[in-house]
Nanobody, 118 residues
């Protein structure tokens, strides 16, 4: 069974930093694209950042220059370094991965709360 396990959320003051991690556990799979999405109360889930297996990245305009996505392919782990956090970054952050195990499909983490408030 494949699972995505997230960690690193929490409460931070405006201007602060947090680092999210998401590890893929299980066996007999290959990981392709990975990414982070977020959903604020009353809003739709939106893309934050993605990274290919080769390291190509893509960011939402709202986080460019503040967030950095990276991955460790040996550990099947993706990270999101979030700097200069703003109250509007408050949301539940979800990890996503394209995984091939018998067939290619999307997997999602359970979500981790990020709250930016003074």
């Amino acid at each position: 069974q494949v699972q995505l396990v997230e960690s690193g959320g929490g409460l931070v003051e405006p201007g602060g930093s947090l680092r999210l991690s998401c590890a893929v556990s299980g066996s007999g799979f290959s990981v392709y694209g990975m990414g982070w999405y977020r959903q604020a109360p009353g809003k739709q889930r939106e893309l934050v950042a993605t990274i290919t297996s080769g390291g190509n990245t893509n960011y939402a305009n709202s986080v460019k220059g503040r967030f950095t996505i990276s991955r460790d392919n040996a550990k099947n782990t993706v990270y999101l370094q979030m700097n200069s956090l703003k109250p509007e970054d408050t949301a539940v952050y979800y990890c996503n991965a394209e995984i091939f195990r018998f067939r290619l499909q999307d997997y999602w983490g359970q979500g981790t709360q990020v709250t930016v408030s003074s």
